[in-house]
């Protein structure tokens, strides 16, 4: 342990170097301090919770007790190695550098890499948003600009798959999850992730449809489930027959941080690719194994149908 912080440590900022390290009273830490540890403490609950370990309130408090955790107690090395690593993530940000670069090269295990790259995409606009500058003012978004970029991009995308990836719109959603509901799960953490995956299976059974597809219809609704949690911090699943279309309709919704509109074609399109240490393998699959596939998403959340056909 000791020799993969001192070759993480050596890339640190040398800022940390020149801060006082004795603990202060809360009272007299200025507004800029306290908002550094408030967010460092919050980064480091949610690494915790990612990783499921235990100690998320006492590293939240912890935070609030040292201007900086880059000198370490041996007892409390473990935990605090954490709070060290949200502060990293924090001066990297202050610095300008690509976080997910960063984290990546780093020689931390993939659990613990993972928790952090998915702490940075959950909260990246409340925790590391360049707009939210030194002086704590917020510029405005270029909202329109992302709307040119996202018609392009919907086009583009619809284009390249023959139609078969679609990028829709909110109110689109709303159009297809029209039908007959015939069966809903929720996603909370993993352990959800094989009872959805049976409640889907009975479900489907229980419908009547060939049995052949199932097994290809399940194998997809897991790969979309898996990331509302991976990616997210889970979600919902509402299965629908659409029987005057003949068509079946596993929406998959979540409230986690969208797919960034940048990204998108190669997080969708290209085999292999992902933000996390994965096989990035999920989108290929659902390609493969469906008739289309739609997506939805905004920073407040995403929502991914898959269309099979269900007819013989
Ligand atoms: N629900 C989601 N919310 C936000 N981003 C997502 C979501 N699902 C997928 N992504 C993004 O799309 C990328 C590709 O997803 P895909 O499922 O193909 O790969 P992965 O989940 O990273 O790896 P694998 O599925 O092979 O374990 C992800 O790395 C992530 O950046
Ligand atoms: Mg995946």
């Known amino acids: 342990m000791r020799r993969l912080l001192d070759k993480v440590m050596k890339r640190s900022d040398k800022g940390i ?9 809360l009272h007299e830490l200025s507004y800029s ?10 980064l480091a609950m949610k ?18 007790t040292n201007h900086t955790f880059e000198i370490f107690n041996e007892e409390t090395q473990q935990k605090e190695f954490i709070l060290y690593l949200s502060e990293l993530m924090l001066k990297w940000s202050q610095q300008n550098l690509d976080i997910q670069q960063q984290v990546k090269k780093t020689e931390l295990r993939n659990d613990i890499q993972n ?3 998915k702490a940075y995409e959950m909260y990246k606009l409340e925790l590391f948003s360049p707009a939210i500058g030194k002086d704590n003012t917020v510029t405005h978004n270029e909202t329109n600009l992302d709307d040119i970029k996202w018609t392009v991009y919907r086009d583009v995308i619809s284009a390249a798959t023959q139609g078969q990836f679609l990028l829709i719109s909110k109110e689109e959603v709303t159009e297809y ?4 509901v015939f069966c809903e799960g929720i996603i ?28 290809s219809w399940l194998l997809v609704l897991s790969e979309a489930i898996t990331n509302t949690i991976k990616h997210g911090e889970g979600g ?16 998959i919704e979540d409230k986690g941080p969208g797919f960034s509109l940048e990204d998108l074609p190669k997080q969708t399109l290209q085999a292999g690719y992902s933000t996390k240490r994965s096989m990035g393998q999920g989108f290929t699959l659902m390609m493969k194994m469906t008739k289309q596939v739609l997506l939805y998403t905004s920073s407040k959340g995403s929502t991914i149908i898959l269309i099979f056909d269900s007819g013989e």
């Not at 690494?47 to 609030?64: P, R, T, V």
């Not at 919902?236 to 005057?244: A, F, G, P, S, W």
């Open 17 to 25: 170097e020149n801060q006082p390290k004795t603990p202060s009273p």
């Open 33 to 42: 301090d306290l908002s550094f540890m408030n967010k460092r403490g919050f």
């Open 47 to 64: 690494i915790c919770q990612y990783l499921q370990y235990n100690d998320e309130d006492y590293l939240f408090l912890k935070s609030f």
């Open 115 to 117: 928790a952090m790259l």
């Open 177 to 180: 999850k029209s039908g007959h």
């Open 188 to 215: 909370k953490d993993r352990s959800d992730i094989p009872l959805c995956r049976n409640h889907a299976k009975d479900s489907i059974e229980n419908r009547g449809f060939n049995k052949t597809k199932i097994m």
């Open 236 to 251: 919902k699943m509402t299965l629908i027959e659409d029987v005057e279309n003949h068509e079946v309709r596993f929406v």
